[in-house]
Nanobody, 117 residues
Framework: QVQLVESGGGLVQPGGSLRLSCAAS????????LGWYRQAPGKQRGLVAS???????NYADSVKGRFTISRDNAKNTVSLQMNSLKPEDTAVYYC???????????WGKGTLVTVSS
């Protein structure tokens, strides 16, 4: 029914920047709460940033001041601008959409971000 596809991952040096994008299918994108999660090898998946249908944002302490989440409902996209990247940011980044109305979560398949010299 709903498909999320991430893009923009890749290899970047410490201190560099990347912009991730997630494109969604479906007709109810505007009512979803959206989030970016990440999971590094051997670590638990955790929330990086979220944005509600009302455009309120929240960030993990580890990325505050460096990452910015945004959404474009007209394009059915949510983005994550990542600046001042650190090796600890290396992970697979997943896009999530929460349709609160139906109590359903949607996940993308992930995009790999590698921060290394």
């Amino acid at each position: 029914q709903v498909q999320l596809v991430e893009s923009g991952g890749g290899l970047v040096q410490p201190g560099g920047s990347l912009r991730l994008s997630c494109a969604a299918s479906g007709s109810n994108f505007g009512r979803y709460a959206l989030g970016w999660y990440r999971q590094a090898p051997g670590k638990q998946r955790g929330l990086v940033a979220s944005i509600t249908s009302g455009y309120n944002t929240n960030y993990a302490d580890s990325v505050k001041g460096r990452f910015t989440i945004s959404r474009d409902n007209a394009k059915n996209t949510v983005s994550l601008q990542m600046n001042s990247l650190k090796p600890e940011d290396t992970a697979v980044y997943y896009c999530n959409g929460n349709d609160e109305y139906y109590g359903v979560n949607y996940w993308g398949k992930g995009t790999l971000v590698t921060v290394s010299s």
